[in-house]
């Protein structure tokens, strides 16, 4: 949660003697959440934020991300105008009708952000209409690459989310997109995620990657021999028959972050 985010549970507050009940469950809750999202470290070493961005404003950080477009992307478009701040702390990547038309929103760190291992994790709403799915994944130009496996470089989908009832789905794509390529991944369903934010984080060593939801271990794996460069973030929209008909959704539609943090181990 943000700081703006306890100064709205107490503006909700309308009898006194509750409020320092609702502050006090409040900040246990952030302890609680601030405990669980971050995976242990070794020991003598401790978590530091190196980069992130919490979409205050009004304007998108374009210091920080890339917005994608005006192209063809799977069955729809990728266009700038459908990547945006809400004003409210949130980014908006849209899904919409234009014309004869469906366009969505996507976001990237390329050239501006580019790292490798630490825990990378955003906090995301997921849409409510079928025909389009939302991603939090990483990228970098050695996914293309055949010959070292994953490690010159794999496309880390940290969450891809083409069902409504809560499943979702964690993937790893390396030794490029033709007859060499090679993935693996899982899926599983949580209900609560149809509803609310929620987190969706990876841990990535040298070793291994671990992917999370809320805080709790949903994957572990070295698939690939794990990637052994920097990478960039993406966040996107995509519109294609996995994420069903988008011809029975009623649009606009969104996928809805309230932020990115990217934390390394130290000293």
């Not at 006194?16 to 020991?43: E, I, N, R």
């Not at 009708?97 to 050239?111: E, L, W």
């Not at 952000?113 to 849409?127: L, Q, S």
């Not at 693996?184 to 060593?205: K, M, P, Q, R, S």
């Amino acid at each position: 949660m943000k700081t703006s985010d306890l100064v709205l549970i107490g503006s909700k507050g309308s009898v006194v003697a509750l409020l320092g009940f609702a502050l006090a469950s409040f900040s246990y809750a952030q302890t609680d959440a601030a405990k669980d999202t971050l995976p242990p470290v070794p020991a003598g070493k401790e978590w530091k934020l190196i980069w992130q961005d919490e979409f205050t404003g009004t304007k998108l950080d374009e210091t920080k991300w890339n917005r994608l477009g005006d192209w063809k992307r799977r069955d729809g478009f990728w266009v700038k105008e459908d990547a945006y701040l809400s004003g409210k702390g949130t980014l908006l990547l849209r899904t919409k009708k234009d014309g004869d038309r469906y366009t969505c929103g996507a976001v990237n760190t390329q050239g501006k952000f580019e790292h490798a291992f630490g825990y990378y994790v955003a906090r995301c709403r997921m849409p409510k209409q079928p025909g389009h799915w939302p991603a939090f994944w990483m990228m970098g130009s050695g996914v293309g690459k055949v010959g070292d496996e994953g490690r010159d470089g794999t496309e880390i989908d940290i969450v891809e989310i083409p069902w409504r009832d809560g499943k979702v789905t964690f993937n790893l794509h390396w030794d490029g997109y033709g007859k060499d390529h090679k993935s693996a991944g899982t899926n599983t369903t949580v209900a609560a995620l149809t509803e609310g934010f929620h987190d969706y984080g990876l841990l990535w060593t040298k070793e291994e990657y671990v992917f999370y939801v809320d805080g709790k271990e949903v994957w572990r794996t070295k698939a690939g021999g794990v990637s052994q460069v920097p990478e960039y973030l993406k966040l996107t929209e995509e519109i294609g028959e996995w994420g069903g008909d988008i011809a029975k959704a009623q649009l606009p539609d969104f996928f809805e972050v309230d932020y990115v943090r990217v934390y390394e181990t130290s000293p």
